[in-house]
């Protein structure tokens, strides 16, 4: 079936730092890609997507390359800040008789010290 | 501005009481879901509702129903049949579910404690 892969958190950095999260999923077909940031207490937010292979998506410094040769979507930022201090999901949208389903992995917790 | 609205933010019920979580929405979306998200667990999907006046069943529907009589709006009925009902209840909607360019939106979230 359809799964997302995520490294276990949290991840630490010092503010400046280098980010990558890594996201590996399995599907069937052709899934758009999908990276979801929570903050705390709050709902979900879309970061960043893809939709085809070699497709990068990018938003507010992040970015992420659909790599279907590797089955990889992995999260990078050059330089996080305090403020990016969250949860980040990455999905998958797959079919489901009709119907796109989002699956996700379980989330990796990223914590930014000053 | 437009968005979801998801109401109370925080929750307290005994068990054995049926509870219902409120979601609206003035984003003219015709698709909705619920999901239920636990701690160091990833989202998982309740029940969806692709237009008015239906709705499936997701991957965890027991102990749950909702009904969808409006397009702006998708309460979600925790029942005494749920077993672990304490969690954090996410609603969601998207412009339709057919295509998987579709970004879903997401509400503030209800915290559900059943005690």
């Known amino acids: 079936g359809n799964s997302v892969t995520q490294m276990e958190g949290p991840v630490t950095l010092s503010e400046e730092a280098f980010l990558t999260i890594n996201c590996t999923y399995t599907?069937?077909?052709?899934?758009?890609l999908f990276w979801y940031v929570q903050y705390p207490g709050e709902g979900l937010q879309l970061l960043l997507k893809?939709?085809?292979?070699?497709d990068k998506g990018s938003n507010k410094g992040f970015e992420a390359t659909y790599r279907k040769e590797t089955t990889s979507f992995h999260l990078e930022k050059g330089s996080v800040q305090v403020s990016d201090s969250a949860v980040y999901f990455c999905?998958?949208?797959?079919?489901?008789?009709?119907?796109?389903?989002?699956?996700f992995g379980t989330g990796t917790r990223l914590l930014v010290s000053p | 501005d437009g968005g979801i609205t998801q109401s109370p933010k925080y929750l307290f019920r005994k068990e054995g009481q049926n509870v219902t979580l409120s979601c609206e929405q003035n984003?003219?979306?015709?698709?909705m879901y619920w999901y239920r998200q636990d701690p160091g667990q990833g989202l998982r999907l309740i029940y969806y509702?692709?237009?008015?006046?239906?709705?499936q069943k997701g991957d965890i529907a027991e102990g749950y129903s909702v009904s969808r009589e409006k397009k702006e709006s998708f309460p979600l009925t925790v029942t005494s049949a749920q077993k672990n009902p304490t969690a954090f209840y996410l609603c969601?909607?998207?412009?339709?579910?057919?295509?998987?360019?579709?970004?879903?939106?997401f509400g503030p979230g209800t915290r559900l404690t059943v005690t």
């Open positions: 969601a909607s998207s412009i339709g579910s057919g295509s998987p360019y579709y970004e879903q939106y």
């Open positions: 599907a069937t077909g052709y899934p758009s």
């Open positions: 893809a939709t085809k292979a070699d």
């Open positions: 999905a998958l949208s797959a079919s489901s008789t009709g119907f796109q389903k989002l699956v």
């Open positions: 984003l003219n979306h015709d698709a």
């Open positions: 509702s692709q237009i008015v006046n239906d709705f």
